[in-house]
């Protein structure tokens, strides 16, 4: 019953070989419930506008509901010698209610069926992805609560600049995943569209009602124009795009966690239930985990790049090379859902280890703009308050002290402005609360953004 759906003008069958490469059934029967929900809207269509008998259109109804059945439980494995899997589902249902079968593809092609069901899929994926960043940024805004007074090293060059906020950090995280989903969001307007009834790619001179099987898939709207409706792929472009960069902040992430969580840093601790070991080494404690979801980010490109590359040079209208829109898509789709599921969950299991921070923040060269900005206070251009605090840098590296414990004498003979009551500033608390401006690192600044991220939690 391996029937092709178009073999009637020719006179010998398709060669196997060249059958086994075009066949999509191993990719695209990922599809099936999309597709077998986007014939039961175009059958309940067409019954409706008298094109097919209402009591067909039952039965074309029933069967393809006891075939998706079928393949659900895995009583129907899809063949890829069917060569898609909407031959797959058209092929079976002749098989149990005979040729009225053939009456599901009246007014279609399996250029529009093909893109809408990858619209429907798109419509899930991204709602999946949604939730997710949801899940990410609730964790975010856990983290920047937990820490708003903690202070950590902010780095620039990965070189430690100034001490700021814990909170700070985790929320410019929170950020990024907030416009990964108003990116998404964005995306799914022009995501939310019918292709149905555009049939091959010129339309019906069936009596057709597109906004009708619009309606039943839930599309509030329709294609403008049939050649467009089945020979884009930007939608799956977008939204690959918008994997990337929801990848893009999760492997940079990933990579400040694997490098706190190293010896060398030892800012941050992975449960161990996230972590991993080596098979020789008994000491070894891997962050895994994050190094898969960086690596994992170079896929995703390359799943960008992929469909780039396949639109470029088609001509209009449908060309089969499209089909090779479709790998990529659920890999960056399946990767990046991953990603950011299994990254949430470590996320939450990480410690910060904020004694040690805070140690380490007190000693810290990291002080140094405090005396610059100290000096400025006391009238001295920016420039020559740079230049002063440069000596003194220097002369707390020479000395082996740390700025806060270096003696008044030595610092009023670098700069006669200098008076004891620098040495108030010179703490990483008093640098931080220090900070004025809005949305900076002060724990003042935290508390804000901690009240802006609420609202922000759930309205993308
Ligand atoms: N399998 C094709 C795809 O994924 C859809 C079938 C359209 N085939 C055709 N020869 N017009 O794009």
């Not at 759906?5 to 070989?17: A, H, I, M, V, Y």
């Not at 920047?144 to 906020?165: C, M, N, V, W």
Request: proline content about 4%; glycine content about 6%; hydrophobic content about 40%.
């Amino acid at each position: 019953t391996h029937e092709l759906l178009w073999q009637s003008r020719f006179s010998e069958p398709f060669d196997r070989e060249a059958l086994l490469f075009s066949s999509s059934v191993h990719v695209d029967r990922k599809l099936y419930k999309e597709d077998i929900e986007g014939s039961i809207a175009h059958v309940t269509m067409l019954s409706e506008e008298a094109i097919i008998p209402v009591e067909e259109a039952r039965l074309i109804i029933e069967g393809l509901e006891e075939i998706e059945e079928e393949i659900s439980s895995g009583a129907l494995e899809p063949q890829w010698e069917d060569e898609d899997i909407h031959t797959v589902i058209e092929n079976r249902l002749k098989e149990k209610i005979g040729p009225i079968a053939g009456k599901i593809h009246s007014g279609r092609s399996r250029n529009d069926q093909v893109a809408t069901d990858t619209r429907l899929y798109l419509r899930k994926a991204i709602n999946d992805l949604t939730g997710s960043l949801d899940s990410i940024k609730e964790v975010l805004l856990e983290k920047a609560e937990l820490h708003s007074k903690d202070i950590i090293f902010g780095y620039t060059h990965l070189q430690r600049a100034q001490p700021i906020a814990a909170g700070h950090y985790y929320l410019a995280w929170f950020n990024m995943f907030h416009r990964d989903q108003q990116r998404l969001t964005d995306l799914f307007g022009r995501v939310n569209i019918s292709p149905l009834g555009a049939a091959a790619f010129a339309g019906s001179t069936l009596p057709l009602n597109p906004r009708r099987s619009a309606d039943l898939l839930g599309f509030p709207a329709i294609f403008d124009n049939s050649i467009d409706a089945v020979s884009d792929r930007d939608s799956i472009i977008e939204f690959i795009s918008a994997c990337s960069i929801i990848m893009m902040h999760l492997s940079r992430f990933a990579e400040d966690i694997i490098l706190w969580s190293s010896y060398e840093f030892g800012y941050l601790e992975i449960s161990d239930a996230f972590s991993t070991g080596s098979s020789i080494m008994p000491q070894k404690k891997n962050a895994d985990l994050a190094e898969l979801v960086r690596g994992k980010t170079g896929r995703v490109y390359g799943d960008l790049m992929a469909i780039l590359t396949v639109m470029k040079g088609l001509p209009l209208s449908y060309n089969r090379d499209m089909q090779e829109d479709k790998p990529p898509l659920f890999d960056a789709s399946e990767a990046t859902v991953s990603s950011l599921k299994i990254f949430t969950k470590m996320l939450r299991n990480t410690r910060l280890k904020t004694d040690r921070l805070k140690e380490l923040t007190r000693k810290d060269l990291s002080l140094a703009t405090e005396i610059a900005e100290y000096l400025v206070k006391k009238g001295l251009p920016f420039r020559d308050a740079h230049r002063v605090t440069g000596k003194i840098v220097t002369l707390s590296i020479s000395l082996s002290i740390p700025l806060p414990e270096l003696p008044l004498e030595k610092l009023r003979e670098i700069s006669e402005l200098i008076g004891s009551d620098i040495y108030d500033s010179l703490t990483p608390e008093a640098s931080i609360s220090a900070k004025k401006t809005s949305g900076s690192a002060s724990f003042e600044s935290v508390q804000q953004q901690i009240e802006t991220a609420k609202t922000k939690l759930r309205g993308h």
